[in-house]
Structures are given as C-alpha cells and as structure tokens.
DNA sequence: CATATTGCGTTTTCATCGAGAGCATATAAG
DNA sequence: CTTATATGCTCTCGATGAAAACGCAATATG
C-alpha cells in the first residue's frame, strides 16, 4: 500500500492541479480543503519542491506553483520520490534494485512473476500523469509562458 | 516492497515444492538451505499451516507437508495472508476495501488508475502458483492420495 | 519595520517488522 | 513409560519507519 505521504502527496498535487487559475497556493488551503495535517502536507509540499516538481514563494502572496507541467508529472515519479521502489521485490526493482542472498535469478520462479507484475504496473504509473488524474486539459501556460 | 515474511514464506514454499519425493520436511532444513532466521520461520510455516496450505506433523519423522497441492496455492493468496492488501489503495482493495475520507470515488481519478494497476496486477498473481515459481510438475499425488 | 508565508531541524508518538527466548504439547521409537 | 524429536504458542525486545507536532529561522511584501 502506498503509505498516507504518498497519498497525500497525490491529493495536494491533484488540488493544485485543479485550480481555474495558476497563483500560488496556500499550504494551509491545500491541508484544509484536503483534510491534511498542516505541518506533514509542508514536509510534503518542500520534498516535491526540492525534487523540481513544484515551486514556492516566501511572504505575502506566496504559496506553492507547479515547477513542471503537470502533464509531465508521472504517478511512477512521485511514488519513488516518497515511497522508493514500486516493485514488489528489491531483485526486480529498476531504480532500487539489490540482489537478494541466496537466489540465482536466472532460474528463480518468484522473480520472473514479479517482473511481470512490475512491468505491467510501470505500464500504468509512468505514462499517467497528475493531470490525468486531476481530470484537467494539460496547461497551456505555465508562470505565464505558454508550453506545447 | 513485499515484507521479508512473505518473501520468506515464499521461499519455503518453493523450497517444500521443488522436493523430489514428498515427505515431512523440517522446519530447520528449511531455514538452513534458504538462510531464513529459525524461529521466524516458524512462525511463518504455522501461519500457512493455520491458513490451511501447510499441514505438520510433531515427533520424530515429523515436519511440514503441503496440505493442498502447491499447483492450487495462488501467490495472491499467500501475499494477502501475510501482508494484506495487494492494491495500493484502501479504496481499490478487493479484500481490505475501506472508504478513503473527503472523495469521491465515482470521480477520483487516482482511484480510477489505481483501481488499472490493481486489475493488472491480479491478473498475475491470482493466476500464477506456487508451482508455477518452483519450476516443478503439480503434483500427482498428495500424501499418497491421487489428485487430478 | 510589521506581517505573511515557506524552510527546516528536532522531537514525539505509535505501530510494525524482524527476530529471539522459553516452555508446552504431541508423536515415534525403544 | 521414558526419552528424544518436533512443532505450538506466548511473550518480549530492539530497530525502524510512519505520522505528526513544535519552534524558530529565512524570506518576501508593502
């Protein structure tokens, strides 16, 4: 399961995304309208920003931005940022990969099913994005400057 | 990341299937062979015997056997007994299904995709055995009784 | 300067994981 | 019936990580 950071993560990111307007968002917006707790969400909100998904501006008028587009924000990306491997097991992961003692994976039946069950869960989570899952047309701008 | 448990009870599975003939195997053979802490182990085999998989027999002779055919123990089965749920929502979990607070799941979109991720995942592990990651013929007979 | 807001290290609490100790119970062999 | 062999069961323990709160520093606005 993914652990409650994560699923927070996902419901800031898709809130943000959600908004009519881009203007910087309020941590405390964000962790009322969401049911977050305000001081985990900030935890949350900086580690994004420090992995260049987000932006943020300090004082009066300031809050959090999206950095990227949403529409490139891949679910996999994300989940590895806070949760690490996706996979099932460290022997398949593809960015956390250890081998495992005791176990030649060329001839262990467990590690083929796990890659399988990888490669058709990174099927899904790196080619959705936040705005797939917020439900909104990719931006047409961003801080002002219009992306393709 | 499956918990060590379930990797190690997936390792004494295949261990106890990929035997030649079966018979009553120790507990200690087993934690010898695939480098699994004894006394966890122990726990883990009585776990899968209380769950009806394993079958024991105490005194001299005595060990774990299969108590159904390994060729009709589904990974998502043993996962789901140790681990819990194999969704990475409570929302999208067959099993362990819990309503997530403050959403609506006719539209939430990351349920929607979790909900493909998790379909495509048990498309795998309900239908691969623990048969199928030992590498062996099911078995044609089950403490002296033929099976089909 | 006053105020609003994020940045960030520390600490707390709690549950769970991984593991081990010790004794109880059942069975087979002699 | 006794002894050796195995599993059954409960308790404990430490380490780790998850979830969250605290307090103050840094920064931007006007």
Do not use: W
Not at 6 to 34: G, H, S, V, W
Not at 78 to 95: A, E, K, N, T
């Amino acid at each position: 399961m993914l652990s409650m950071k994560t699923q927070y993560a996902f419901k800031a990111l898709m809130y943000m995304a959600q908004q009519e307007k881009q203007r910087p968002i309020l941590i405390a917006e964000i962790a009322d309208q969401k049911t977050i707790p305000l001081k985990f969400l900030e935890n949350i909100l900086l580690q994004l920003k420090k992995a260049g998904i987000l932006n943020s501006k300090k004082g009066k008028g300031g809050g959090y931005l999206f950095a990227k587009n949403p529409a490139e924000v891949k679910l996999a990306t994300v989940m590895r940022l806070i949760d690490g491997p996706i996979s099932l097991l460290p022997c398949v992961s593809l960015h956390f990969y250890t081998k495992c003692k005791n176990c030649d994976e060329n001839f262990c039946g467990l590690n083929k099913v796990m890659l399988q069950v990888r490669d058709a869960s990174l099927a899904i989570l790196e080619n959705k994005t936040v705005s797939d899952i917020a439900g909104t047309q990719p931006l047409t701008e961003l801080a002002g400057i219009k992306v393709e």
